[in-house]
């Protein structure tokens, strides 16, 4: 539905009260000393709400405070403990804006929280990997153990999800917030130093993203996920973490391009070096291995060769020399290949 149009059309018929003339000077205002004019048939209501109800889109449930049917504008459906509706949102007071009034997410009457329903962040550092856990009063999501008896289609279906306990909702919600409320300054920034736990950026954390890399790590079977914005992003994050001026990485010559450009032409500006070898051949990722090599990073299946790198085996290399091995598993993805269940550390 396009809510330009309505918009438009609702400014052009909104009844103003005579302080707010639709266009030019308007006609004059009552003499002084006079009552002033009555509001109009809705108190002057605001045109986003005037085009919600043109279009028969619904404003919420009748409840506290809304209009009851049948009734004109202002006549509410009481509340038996409060005649005259919810404190702080108008409640049934004639010619004001009720409950009823409001857009449906609109309608809380709840002070401002940093909570995010059944989730909980944790923060550990400022950039940091994040994990989210259920809160005491939400509905728990699937432990671990349980998670670990179901099959790949029932896993796919129900790792990360979890009722919303405040409304029962089954789909997690789109959060597209950028940044989160703290109940004071102090809170803030003992959040940014990483001292309390909590959402503070949604580049950080997110409870939508939460979701997304609870799900990620069962498939993979890892303890936990990291998601970012792009593949790139992800690799990047990888070198960033993990390398320092001086390290040495080993990696599948065949490897994702931009992968082997930003190690060869940028890292290299920082002193980090790379050799680029077939990783099929054990005995060629072996002899390249140097006392400051960090890494051994490979792809498998390779895209597009389809070259196979002995997983399993390039992880006992790994152990043997105290490297950290990261597998680039896109092609095959964790439904036909789980890399961290041969030895893969990343």
Excluded at 26 to 43: H, V
Excluded at 118 to 123: D, V
Excluded at 134 to 150: C, I, V
Excluded at 260 to 278: A, I, N, Y
Aim: aromatic share 6%; hydrophobic share 35%.
């Amino acid at each position: 539905m396009a809510l330009r149009p309505l918009l438009a059309e609702a400014e052009e018929k909104e009844e103003r009260p005579p302080s707010l003339p639709a266009q030019g000077r308007g006609p004059p205002g009552p003499p002084r000393g006079a009552s002033p004019a009555p509001p109009g048939p809705r108190g002057g209501e605001a045109p986003v709400l005037l085009a919600f109800r043109r279009a028969g889109l619904p404003l919420g449930p009748p409840g506290k405070g809304r209009r009851a049917p049948g009734k004109g504008p202002g006549e509410t459906e009481a509340d038996p403990g409060n005649p005259l509706g919810p404190p702080g949102l108008g409640g049934g007071d004639p010619g004001g804006h009720g409950e009823g009034d409001l857009p449906p997410l609109a309608l809380a009457n709840t002070p401002l929280t940093t909570e995010i329903p059944g989730r909980r962040g944790t923060f550990q550092g400022f950039c940091g990997l994040f994990s989210a856990d259920p809160s005491p009063g939400g509905t728990d999501p699937m432990k671990k153990e349980e998670l670990a008896r179901l099959g790949l289609d029932s896993l796919t279906v129900h790792a990360g999800e979890s009722p919303d306990p405040a409304f029962g909702a089954v789909a997690p919600p789109l959060y597209q917030t950028s940044t989160f409320a703290f109940d004071s300054p102090d809170q803030g920034a003992a959040r940014f130093k990483g001292e309390e736990e909590g959402y503070i950026y949604t580049r950080l954390a997110n409870p939508t993203i939460d979701r997304l890399e609870e799900k990620i790590a069962a498939l993979e079977g890892g303890a936990g996920a990291l998601a970012c914005s792009t593949g790139m992003g992800a690799i990047a994050t990888l070198y960033f973490s993990l390398l320092s001026a001086g390290d040495h990485v080993v990696a599948t010559s065949s490897l994702y391009g931009p992968s082997r450009t930003l190690l060869e032409k940028q890292f290299s500006r920082f002193g980090v070096k790379s050799t680029w070898v077939d990783t099929a051949d054990l005995d060629l990722v072996r002899n390249s291995i140097l006392p400051e090599t960090k890494l051994l990073y490979i792809e498998t299946p390779a895209n597009p060769t389809i070259r196979l790198t002995d997983i399993a085996a390039c992880a006992e290399i790994c152990r043997e020399k105290g490297l950290l091995l990261a597998v680039d598993n896109t092609f095959a993805s964790p439904i036909l290949q789980k890399p961290l269940e041969l030895g893969a550390d990343i």
